[in-house]
């Protein structure tokens, strides 16, 4: 059974950093494309990064470009979104997901985690 469970949000304030995590278990890490994404209250979710597996190529939404990291560790089947100067606009609920075949910024991913709550305020 393919599980992802992130962890890592919390409060910052505005300028702030945080690393999310999420732990991925179930299937073999390394040949799956992995995403971040992000929803707010009253919004729909958003692509926030994706990195694909074949070729480790990342890509970013323009509005957290330069400023969020996405990376993968594959010996702890661990995907990370380092957030750095972070904005009250970066307040949502932050998802991690998985696909062996489909990369992109559309909700088209197999398998999802539960979230994770980034609070940015002063």
């Known amino acids: 059974q393919v599980q992802l469970e992130e962890s890592g949000g919390g409060f910052v304030q505005p300028g702030g950093s945080l690393t999310l995590s999420c732990s991925i278990d179930?299937?073999?890490?390394?040949?799956?494309?992995l995403a971040w994404f992000r929803q707010c209250p009253d919004r729909s979710r958003e692509g926030v990064a994706y990195?694909?597996?074949?070729?480790?190529?990342?890509f970013y939404a323009a509005s957290v470009e330069g400023r969020f990291t996405i990376s993968r560790h594959d010996r702890n089947h661990t995907l990370y979104l380092q957030m750095n100067n972070l904005a009250p606009e970066d307040t949502a609920m932050y998802y991690c997901?998985?696909?062996?075949?489909?990369?992109?910024?559309?909700?088209?991913?197999?398998?999802w985690g539960k979230g994770t709550q980034v609070t940015v305020s002063s």
């Open positions: 997901a998985a696909d062996r075949r489909y990369f992109g910024m559309s909700e088209d991913y197999e398998h």
């Open positions: 179930g299937f073999v890490f390394g040949v799956y494309n």
């Open positions: 990195m694909k597996w074949l070729d480790d190529k990342t």
